[in-house]
């Protein structure tokens, strides 16, 4: 069964360690996270972008398809299906579609504005027992379409975000989607530190996961931060291990290009990241 992310987020945040939010993109994908949690007692939450979710066909596939794969591949973990960066229309639809928990981005609304359709969206999914991330400031980079300009929350918008009941909050504190480049400046664990002073016990979310440095993450995590998101990562692993097999003409052997072989080595693959990130995150036994 899907549950919300405000429990399992909690109990992380009450625990000092991170729960991640692996990006899915298809069934491979959902398979891989899905029993790399069950295999390290890790609670974990599937993440869709709104993008994503379009090129699985619509929310609703999506959530078949979790919710039958909870049953047949016997997952007792925690496991929340969540909306990633969803605009106002994108987190009604989601909720609909039976989404457990869902993230409205109105980061690029005036604050104003954000306040107002984020309570509007917590009333619907709060009545519905689904949770709701919020963002203040932006995460830079590009994801699926969603352009952040990287700027760095006000710990004040942060508290007025957080005190209209949001279950978990995003904070643009220095992060970017996709890679840092070389010169990347780092986090801002000074206006993190502010963050989570303003917020008190609300788990606060880190975006852009990917080649964030070790010691960052761990400063994170001791900062507040209790749900970590990774997209590209997985990404990159899965295409460096398809590429590999491809290369070494592989699919070229015997019936190597049946998809159920083809598609097996990027899987692994990201099985071995996602436990890579659960392990650092310190999620492992905590279901
Ligand atoms: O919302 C998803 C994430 O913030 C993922 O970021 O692609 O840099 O890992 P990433
Ligand atoms: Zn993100």
Not at 154 to 169: N, Q, S
Request: aromatic residues 6%; charged residues 25%; proline residues 3%.
């Amino acid at each position: 069964m899907l549950v919300s992310a405000k429990d399992m987020l909690q109990k992380a945040k009450a625990g000092k360690y991170a729960v991640g939010q692996f990006n899915i993109n298809n069934l491979e994908w959902t398979k891989a996270v899905l029993l790399t949690a069950q295999e390290n007692q890790s609670p974990v939450i599937l993440g869709v972008s709104e993008g994503a979710g379009k090129y699985m066909t619509g929310f609703k596939t999506v959530a078949a398809m979790v919710i039958a794969m909870l049953e047949e591949l016997n997952i007792t973990v925690p496991v929340a299906l969540h909306l990633d960066h969803g605009g106002y229309e994108g987190a009604k639809k989601a909720i609909d579609a039976g989404f457990s928990s869902v993230m409205f981005d109105g980061s690029h609304y005036d604050i104003e504005e954000n306040v107002e359709k984020t309570k509007e969206i917590i009333s619907i999914a709060h009545a519905r027992g689904i949770s709701v991330e919020a963002e203040v400031g932006s995460i830079g980079g590009e994801e699926d379409g969603v352009v952040g300009a990287g700027e760095v929350a006000d710990p004040d918008e942060c508290k007025r975000i957080a005190d209209l009941g949001v279950d978990m909050l995003a904070a643009g504190i220095g992060n970017i989607h996709g890679k840092y480049p070389a010169n990347w400046a780092g986090l801002n664990f000074q206006v993190l530190a502010k963050i989570q002073e303003k917020t008190g016990t609300m788990p606060l979310v880190l975006h852009g996961g990917t080649g964030i440095p070790e010691d960052m993450i761990k400063t994170a995590i001791s900062l507040g931060v209790s749900k970590i998101n990774v997209n590209t990562e997985c990404q990159l692993s899965f295409a460096d291990a398809t590429r590999k097999y491809i290369e070494a003409g592989k699919d070229l052997e015997g019936k190597g290009f049946d998809p159920r072989k083809l598609l097996k080595p990027g899987t692994d693959a990201i099985m071995a990241t996602v436990k890579e990130k659960m392990e650092l995150f310190g999620s492992v036994n905590q279901a």
